[in-house]
């Protein structure tokens, strides 16, 4: 009896772990095999909480399938039926016919006055503010008087939204708005919130999942955040749930999803490019193998520089064509990227973009330089590459390229993110220009959509002033600090643009608000080419992401805005 | 014994507060912050989460967290807070207080180190045992020479080893998850085997010295069989020192399971504090290395006040010191 009693710690936790091993596997088999209706997918999870009024990846999660707008994305980007089952444009009005069976998952009716609520929630700076965190309506959007309330010049209550009956919304636009549907399936601001829930509480109601109330096929069951989530269909929804239960894990750098897919513990994986050529070679899983384009670029952009060699557009010219992307993308990215020509405008939202930019001719590059004067790279600074990424072979392949093609001297500063950031507006010395390394992204899968509104909105971006010479970046850099009040340091950033922005680049974004005033493709198409010609930035590689799926998925269908690529509408998945 | 605990009490508190300035000072040190990389990005859609945070919700911020404050009050506030457990919000989850995270994080990670000791201490036994059994026989140097290797490799490696065996090439076992108790086999056993080489080498040697004892020859030479003198006699007696490995070790795992939570995805203290050091989430920084630094200090003091419940000459000499 001792004798047994001596060795029954050991075996007991031996045998439970066998059961527990045993058990794993027959789960692993039932997730697998028999469709048990249980999606396992990863995608960014920020932690921030679910509220659609707020920018935040968990709020994106809301949109493709937590919650429910007026539209949302079908395959290939069509706009399905949301909430709303018919629209008419008639000029700037928009009208919307809702469905009278829509529910939240807490039984309450949605209708068209919890749309105003919501709309008018998330248009509200104070809803941002009092959360501390960015709103989800970024202004792109013309609702009439939307501006004017961010800027805190009309009340919410004039915003250009308002219920007519209890299943008939309406928008008033400033200007007619063809990508108005694109943006509504993109968008988070318009999904509806339960205003009986949500008036009055705190923003941690959106951490928890016992407060979070929400209209779509599926409702947050358990959230642990940073780590998983757990989703199950909303009883109260007016269309049958196809899967019992979606967890969600979250993406991040470290998260091995190809072991966790070989583990079936996942039904998808994006791969990294080493695991490219392992799957290819596996009979099975390149089967599974699907590749899918995104809207996120890698590029580089002119970094703030005492020297003025890069104010001259041959030498940016010189760089910018001096860089064989094909290369890049086949052997260094094994095909999860393909060359890219813009940084928002992708080749598989406009075939166009490749023709008319900048093409690869190392000749050229070096003749740009030498005309530039600097032959065969004599005289020109030390170029610095700032990436946000250790280590970054993309930096360290267009460096060894730049230095064969064009004979100068380029270091790769790879650092960690917080360095990087530190970083990215110190304003080089004389001796030293480069480039910084930035993604950028598309909001919405239409091109056409990434026109300049105006002239003082494009300021916001980077390139008016990389144009400026090097003492109008030094005054800009001072700018950065942090004994000035954010909105005075932003009003002073805007006037220096304004007076010392190069007549070229002024003229370019003329252009393209030109282009969008006018609704003129043409004069877009123009407009793009011409930004790209500027050379400013120099876009390498559109992210092409190698996805494994388990073949008993179906309805997935990538959302290709976001560098994660899940589905576009949770309602669409089902399993064998 | 009052004036031991009361001294030992002190040495702690002057310890919390160096180390609260010296994490404080590191963390200012670090390039960038949070609310810098959001300025940066304003308007450019590098970083999603932080995209067209508004000026006046800039100075909100700057306000709330005491940011434009001279160095010492920010560092006061985080200490003040920690102390009276009255923490502010996370920068990173500005919807949540710290204190909430880490109500819900440092008990993960509480469970996770009881689990792999308690594994542990289950392992080393019988392999300490056998050792001592076998004492320079074949079995003795084998088991020990494996001990020593267990005790070479870190913990993310032996995870990693694990996660090749059971994972990738038998599918036997989960890599990520937390919710069912299959989920924390190879998390437990990836903390718990480097410290098996360390509890078997010592139960060992103490069994050893317990054996070579005149109670034991004694036991033996009343006809009793080796076995029955090493469980009835000498391992009751040899366990009683393991316990001060063991306390150490216990500090040691709840502060050093970071990289296993990394690896497995699981939300303890460790995955919310790298992440926390990554975007310079300076209020959940401060106050998990505070519950961090209180909990080695609170370890360290228990240890010492067993041995000195233990051995008397300690508790005396720290009267007198």
């Given at each position: 009896m001792k004798k047994v009693g001596r060795i029954v710690a050991p075996v007991t936790m031996a045998a439970v772990m066998a059961l527990s091993m045993a058990g794993y596997s027959q789960a692993a088999s039932a997730a697998s095999s028999s469709g048990s209706g249980v999606f396992t997918f990863y995608t960014i999870d920020d932690g921030a909480g679910f509220d659609p009024a707020l920018f935040t990846w968990d709020a994106r999660q809301s949109q493709i399938g937590i919650f429910e707008g007026l539209v949302h994305f079908g395959p290939n980007f069509s706009i399905a039926q949301g909430i709303a089952t018919s629209w008419k444009a008639n000029g700037t009005t928009w009208t919307f016919y809702l469905r009278h069976n829509a529910r939240f998952s807490n039984g309450d009716p949605v209708t068209a006055q919890d749309f105003v609520y919501s709309i008018r929630r998330a248009v509200n700076p104070q809803t941002a503010a009092m959360a501390h965190k960015a709103s989800s309506f970024q202004g792109d959007v013309p609702i009439k008087n939307a501006q004017k309330i961010i800027e805190g010049a009309a009340p919410v209550s004039s915003l250009g939204v308002k219920a007519i009956g209890n299943y008939t919304l309406q928008f008033t636009l400033d200007r007619p708005d063809p990508t108005l549907l694109s943006q509504l399936a993109t968008d988070m601001w318009q999904l509806p919130v339960d205003p009986r829930v949500v008036?009055?509480?705190?923003?941690?109601i959106w951490t928890n999942p016992q407060t979070i109330v929400s209209d779509g096929p599926y409702m947050v069951s358990s959230y642990v955040q940073g780590t998983q989530e757990i989703l199950k269909p909303?009883?109260?929804?007016y269309a049958k749930v196809p899967l019992q239960e979606i967890k969600i894990l979250p993406f991040s750098a470290n998260a091995n999803e190809y072991l966790t897919y070989q583990n079936h513990q996942s039904d998808t994986a994006i791969l990294t490019p080493q695991d490219v050529p392992a799957v290819k070679n596996n009979p099975t899983l390149s089967k599974q193998l699907h590749w899918v384009q995104t809207a996120v670029s890698y590029t580089l952009q002119v970094s703030p520089s005492m020297n003025p060699a890069f104010s001259k557009l041959a030498v940016r010219q010189a760089f910018a064509e001096a860089v064989n992307k094909q290369v890049i993308a086949n052997n260094v990215l094994l095909g999860t990227g393909v060359p890219a020509y813009d940084g928002k405008v992708t080749s598989w939202m406009a075939p166009w973009i490749a023709k008319g930019a900048l093409q690869y001719n190392p000749t050229q590059a070096q003749h740009l330089l030498a005309a530039a004067g600097y032959p065969g790279g004599k005289g020109f600074p030390t170029v610095r590459i700032l990436t946000g990424s250790n280590p970054d072979p993309i930096a360290e392949a267009v460096a060894q390229m730049w230095q064969q093609t064009l004979g100068v001297n380029v270091q790769v500063d790879s650092e960690n993110w917080g360095t990087y950031l530190a970083d990215m507006t110190k304003v080089l010395p004389s001796n030293e220009v480069g480039f910084t390394q930035f993604g950028q992204s598309a909001?919405?899968?239409?091109?056409?959509?990434?026109?300049?509104?105006n002239i003082s909105g494009w300021q916001r971006t980077n390139v008016p002033i990389w144009s400026m010479s090097g003492g109008y970046q030094a005054q800009y850099e001072k700018l950065q600090s942090y004994t000035m009040a954010p909105g005075q340091k932003n009003l002073e950033s805007r006037m220096l643009i304004a007076k010392h922005e190069s007549p070229q680049v002024r003229a370019v974004m003329a252009l393209g608000v030109k282009a969008q005033a006018t609704n003129n493709a043409a004069l877009m198409q123009k407009y793009v080419i011409a930004k790209n010609h500027l050379a400013y930035v120099i876009p390498i590689y559109t992210v092409n992401n190698a996805v494994l799926i388990n073949p008993q998925v179906h309805g997935y269908y990538p959302m290709r805005m976001w560098l994660v690529t899940p589905p576009v509408w949770l309602g669409y998945i089902t399993m064998n | 014994m009052v004036r031991f605990l009361a001294r030992r009490l002190a040495y702690m508190f002057i310890a919390f507060l160096c180390i609260s300035l010296v994490t404080f000072m590191l963390m200012k040190m670090a390039p960038g912050s949070f609310f810098n990389a959001n300025f940066q990005v304003n308007g450019v859609s590098a970083v999603a989460g932080s995209y067209g945070v508004s000026p006046q919700v800039m100075d909100a911020l700057i306000k709330y967290y005491h940011l434009n404050d001279p160095w010492y009050v920010q560092w006061w506030y985080y200490v003040h807070g920690f102390l009276t457990w009255h923490m502010g919000t996370s920068f990173e989850y500005p919807g949540t207080r710290t204190v909430t995270i880490i109500d819900t994080a440092f008990p993960f990670s509480v469970r996770l180190a009881l689990m792999a000791v308690a594994t542990g201490v289950i392992i080393a036994i019988p392999i300490g045992v056998t050792a001592a059994m076998r004492e320079n026989g074949w079995m003795d140097v084998g088991l020990m020479f494996f001990a020593m290797l267990g005790t070479s490799l870190p913990a993310y490696l032996v995870a990693v080893l694990l996660i090749v065996l059971f994972a990738l090439w038998l599918h036997l076992l989960p890599v990520i998850g937390f919710t069912h108790p299959q989920d924390f086999i190879l998390p437990v056993l990836s903390l718990a085997l480097p410290m098996v080489g360390a509890l078997s080498r010592y139960l060992r040697n103490s069994l050893i010295d317990s054996l070579h004892s005149e109670y034991v020859t004694g036991v033996i030479a009343k006809g009793g069989s080796l076995s029955r003198a090493v469980w009835r006699h000498a391992l009751r007696n040899s366990l009683l020192p393991m316990i001060t490995v063991v306390g150490p070790q216990l500090a040691g795992l709840m502060t050093g399971t970071v990289f296993i939570e990394e690896i497995f995805d699981l939300p303890g203290l460790g995955h919310y504090f790298v992440g926390a050091a990554n975007v310079r989430d300076y209020p959940l920084i401060m106050d998990s290395a505070l519950l961090y630094a209180t909990v080695i200090l609170a370890m360290n003091l228990l240890v010492d006040l067993t041995y000195g419940l233990f051995d008397p000459r300690i508790r005396r000499a720290g009267d007198l010191g």
């Open positions: 008036q009055g509480k705190p923003e941690s909303n009883p109260y929804y909001a919405f899968p239409d091109w056409k959509t990434t026109m300049p509104l | -």
